[in-house]
């Protein structure tokens, strides 16, 4: 699993709820599961501009955690929840007023909508973002304000999803990283459809390492150093999810943003990402469905992006060592600069948005799909193959494990819970196994 390359490091801190809590009655939810709400969205395309790809083949992944707060008693909650909202309701309303006194009157009222805004939106994560909700709303223009955003409400949503399938509570690990900025982890484990869910979002800023930036200057970016520092800000969403059921696929997706200022003051800007579905056993209709909902988001934007990035990722995705791909792919892209900042936001976010209809409908499809021991077997075989690709060739994941003060539990999150490797082992011809072993070894174009 690609994870965001500076994983984070520091300290897990309690997740504060208080801004959770008084979620206002706009976005109905019960005490329950208030962390698993998700976010209204107002999804905006771009034109049909060109797309093209740097040099530079850097691939940056991230991973993050959380801990869940339950109240004693639903009263408890009730009250405390009714007090933070008017309280934050206060708190908002003299922050509007503060601001009114040095804005003209005709900007204030759409300052204070864009404001609102992003405050309603936040009470919908979650957890508080990284970065803190007012230089938020100051910088609400800046495109890293609109990453975090759009990375966390793909992290609540996803959750959101994937919980009301499961039935299950995610544990939500919030944590700091000392050198500049955080994440927030949520985590499904040993739960009823699924074996293990990671959705992590990390935002981190601070000095480039020299060892990081000999990796970038390696694929084709010449850095320039302001006496001797880079400052840089990654930000993503990343995740995998390993069902229990052999028939129920796994999927990861990861949608990043990486920032470079140089010497002269010039940003140096990507995007990254991908979606891809690593089935047991191969259906093809699931592979149909979960293709043309990702070729759609793409099309939407520039209709040959998806072949390219659809290619990209079966090559990404190869286990060279068994002449194997890890599964029946998706699309993949890194490096995405161009037309414009605001063109490939677009498209990132739309390809994000397109994670819960690709993968939701597969999960619900299969969930009292019948298995035997057998088949749980082979689950197992494929999964250590999972485990080989990301220890092996993942470049995040092998950034991450070399660099000293990384947080492991982020990193090695996509790990499934459970694999198996058994010595020569070789489905024998005509069986369901061989079929999707063939898959593996020659990719198909799905969408078509």
């Not at 008084?22 to 208030?34: G, V």
């Not at 970016?221 to 069902?243: E, N, Q, T």
């Not at 892209?333 to 819960?356: G, I, M, N, Q, Y």
């Amino acid at each position: 699993m690609s994870s965001l390359l500076f994983a984070g490091v520091g300290r897990t801190v309690p997740s504060k709820v208080k801004l959770l809590l008084s979620f206002s009655s706009r976005c109905a939810i019960s005490n329950s599961d208030f962390l698993n709400y998700p976010l209204k969205t107002l999804v905006l395309q771009s034109p049909n501009a060109g797309f093209k790809l740097s040099n530079v083949r850097y691939k940056s992944n991230t991973t993050v955690g959380r801990s869940a707060t339950e109240s004693n008693g639903k009263k408890v909650r009730l009250v405390a929840g009714a007090a933070l909202v008017a309280g934050l309701v206060a708190g908002l309303s003299h922050f509007q007023r503060a601001e009114m006194k040095s804005t003209v009157a005709v900007h204030s009222e759409t300052g204070k909508k864009d404001a609102d805004d992003i405050l309603e939106k936040c009470t919908c994560f979650m957890s508080e973002p990284v970065t803190d909700i007012q230089v938020l709303q100051k910088n609400k223009e800046e495109m890293r304000t609109k990453m975090e955003m759009m990375i966390l409400q793909t992290q609540a949503e996803f959750c959101k999803a994937v919980a009301e399938v499961d039935g299950g509570t995610f544990q939500v690990d919030r944590w700091d990283r000392k050198e500049g900025g955080g994440g927030i982890s949520c985590v499904l484990q040993d739960s009823n459809i699924f074996e293990k869910a990671g959705v992590n979002v990390s935002v981190v800023f601070g000095q480039l390492s020299e060892e990081a930036a000999q990796q970038i200057r390696s694929r084709g970016k010449s850095l320039k150093r302001k006496d001797g520092k880079l400052p840089f800000c990654a930000m993503g969403v990343s995740s995998v999810i390993h069902p229990k059921n052999p028939h129920i696929p796994t999927i990861h997706f990861n949608y990043r943003y990486f920032e470079i200022e140089e010497a002269d003051g010039s940003k140096l800007w990507w995007f990254g990402g991908g979606t891809d579905l690593t089935p047991t056993y191969l259906n093809k209709e699931d592979a149909v469905h979960f293709h043309k909902t990702l070729k759609d988001a793409c099309d939407k934007h520039d209709r040959k992006l998806y072949p390219e990035f659809k290619k990209w990722c079966d090559n990404y995705f190869f286990i060279k060592h068994r002449g194997e791909r890890r599964g029946v792919g998706g699309i993949f892209f890194d490096d995405l600069d161009s037309p414009t900042k605001e063109d490939v936001f677009d498209f990132v976010r739309s390809c994000a948005k397109a994670v819960v209809p690709c993968y939701i409908p597969i999960v619900k499809k299969h969930l009292n799909d019948s298995f035997t021991s057998e088949e749980k077997q082979w689950q197992q075989l494929r999964r250590g193959r999972y485990v080989e690709f990301n220890l092996v060739y993942d470049r995040g994941t092998k950034f991450g494990l070399v660099t000293p003060g990384s947080r492991i539990e982020s990193i090695l999150m996509s790990l499934p819970l459970t694999a198996r490797w058994e010595y020569m082992h070789e489905p024998p011809k005509g069986t369901k196994e061989a079929e999707m072993l063939q898959v593996l070894r020659n990719p198909k174009d799905w969408a078509q």
